[in-house]
C-alpha cells in the first residue's frame, strides 16, 4: 500500500481530504514515496566534459530533476575524483554523462567509475553520451555508428549500464586549436555538417533531454511506489 493510503487509513474525513490533495501535490512534483514517509530523491550527477557540451546538457537534467523536486548534487569527474567526502550510497540514482572523442570516453569519468564500482553497480544507475554521431542525418549510418559506440562504451567502463542514452552534441569549432579545428571541418564535411567554423554549431535534441530527465523520474518512483 502506498504511504499516504495508510495514512489516509487512519485519519478523519477531513483529515483524508488533505492528505489526498497533499498525495497529489506530491506525486506531481516526483517526489519518492516510501515505507518511512514521503523523502525526497536524491540524484547524483558525475559528468566529464572537453569543450563544454556535456557539462551544458548535465546542467539541462540537473535543473529538471531539481524543478520536479529532487535533490540534486551536480559535479565534474575531475572535481569527484578528488573528494573523499562522497558518499556514493546515500544517493538513490546515479546519473554519469561524458562525452566520445575519437571513439573513447573521457578518462576521469573512466576512472572515478572503476574507483566506486561496487557501489555503483549496487545503485540504479544511467549514462548519458554526448557525441557528434547521434547528429547523422542517415538513420542507418547514425544506428550503425551508435551500436559501435555502444559497443566500445561496455568496454571502457568498469560496470554495466543498462541505461545509456546518446544525446547529440556540438561541433565547437571556436573551442577547437588549430589542426582539431580542421580535422573537425573535414569530418563534418564528410557528415553533411555545417564547415563555417566562424561559429559553434549545436545538435543537442532538447526535447530528447527533456524526455530522458523525465524517464529517470518516473522509473526511479515505479518501484517505490508498489511497496508497502
Ligand atoms: C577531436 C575530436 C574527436 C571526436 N571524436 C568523436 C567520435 O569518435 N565520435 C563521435 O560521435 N563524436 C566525436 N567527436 C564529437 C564530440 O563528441 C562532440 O563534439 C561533443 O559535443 C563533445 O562534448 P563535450 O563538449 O562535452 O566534450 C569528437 C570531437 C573532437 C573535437
Known sequence: MPCSSALAHEASPRATAILRIAAIYYASASLVCTGRGITMKRVLITYATREGQTEKVANRIRELLSTAGANVTLINAT??????DLDLDSFDLLVFGASIHAGSLEKEIVR?????AQQIAARDRSFFLVL????AEDPEMREKWLGEVHEKFD??????????????????????????????????????HS???????EFTNWDQVTRYAQRLLREQAEPEAETE
Open 79 to 84: 572535481d569527484a575524483l578528488k573528494r573523499q
Open 112 to 116: 572515478f567509475i572503476e574507483r566506486h
Open 132 to 135: 557528434l554521431s547521434a547528429a
Open 155 to 192: 568496454g571502457q567502463v568498469a560496470v554495466r549500464f543498462a541505461d545509456l542514452e546518446m544525446v547529440a552534441g556540438a561541433l565547437a569549432y571556436t573551442k577547437y586549436a588549430f589542426p582539431v579545428r580542421w580535422l573537425m571541418k573535414r569530418i563534418a564535411k564528410q557528415a553533411g
Open 195 to 201: 564547415t563555417d567554423t566562424s561559429r559553434d554549431h
